[in-house]
């Protein structure tokens, strides 16, 4: 298993367009997370599944932000009319239910210009 | 609102001596802490982990404490190696919510040879 794959690993944009990110994570693993971290913080919970039940997204930080998990195996994270403040790294991670210890990917940096 | 604290963003030590991070956390409802270990241009790796109906866990070179009344946790890492400089992470959920973390800024740990 090569672990949890995210692509693209950079994207740069232009304020006000539309940017959506793939994960995919360890095949045997049914949650999937979404975390985003601005530079000097730490990574800050958007919103996970279980299968391809999406169970907790009032954290995603508006409704520009929505994420998708068909079929429970890759998910996608979408950004509708980027901003500045949107620029961040986007982790993924996933696990097996009720183990606490995530597998992160190496993450998207998002530049907003 | 942090309700995960690292007040020390940057530690140096010598090789073959300790390490010791420390995390503060407001909320009481946490019940299980993690500590993530990041490198440049990679995700957080799980590190260790703890449970709030224990003090301490051991694994290899790395011990976590908790101290419950304080709200404070501690990472040491005995002896040190220079391969040990990173991020550190740590981390708290509350139960029932699908392991959604709370995460600290990290403290970034240089090991000195």
């Known amino acids: 298993d090569t672990g949890v794959s995210q692509d693209p690993r950079h994207k740069i944009t232009k304020r006000g367009q539309n940017v959506t990110f793939r994960c995919d994570p360890i095949?045997?693993?049914?949650?999937l997370y979404w975390y985003r971290q601005t530079l000097g913080q730490g990574p800050e919970f958007l919103t996970y599944?279980?299968?391809?039940?999406?169970?907790?997204k009032s954290r995603l930080l508006s409704d520009r932000f929505s994420a998708e998990r068909p079929k429970g195996s890759f998910s996608t994270l979408e950004i509708q009319r980027t901003e500045q403040g949107d620029s961040a790294m986007y982790l993924c991670?996933?696990?097996?239910?009720?183990?606490?210890?995530?597998?992160f990917g190496s993450g998207t940096r998002l530049t907003v210009v | 609102d942090q309700q995960v604290k690292q007040n020390s963003p940057s530690l140096s030590v010598q090789e073959g001596r300790i390490s010791i991070l420390n995390c503060d956390y407001t909320?009481?409802?946490?019940?299980?802490f993690l500590w993530y270990k990041k490198y440049p241009a990679e995700g957080p790796t799980f590190l260790i982990s703890?449970?709030?109906?224990?003090d301490k866990n051991e694994d290899g070179r790395f011990t976590v404490f908790l101290n419950k009344s304080a709200k404070h946790l501690s990472l040491h890492i005995v002896p040190s190696q220079p391969g040990d400089s990173a991020v550190y992470f740590c981390?708290?959920?509350?139960?029932?919510?699908?392991?959604?973390?709370?995460f600290g800024t990290g403290t970034s740990l240089t090991v000195i040879p």
């Open positions: 991670a996933s696990s097996l239910t009720d183990h606490y210890g995530y597998t």
């Open positions: 095949s045997e693993h049914n949650r």
């Open positions: 599944f279980q299968n391809e039940a999406q169970l907790e």
């Open positions: 909320n009481s409802m946490f019940d299980y």
């Open positions: 703890i449970s709030s109906i224990k």
């Open positions: 981390a708290a959920t509350v139960p029932n919510t699908g392991n959604q973390f709370y």
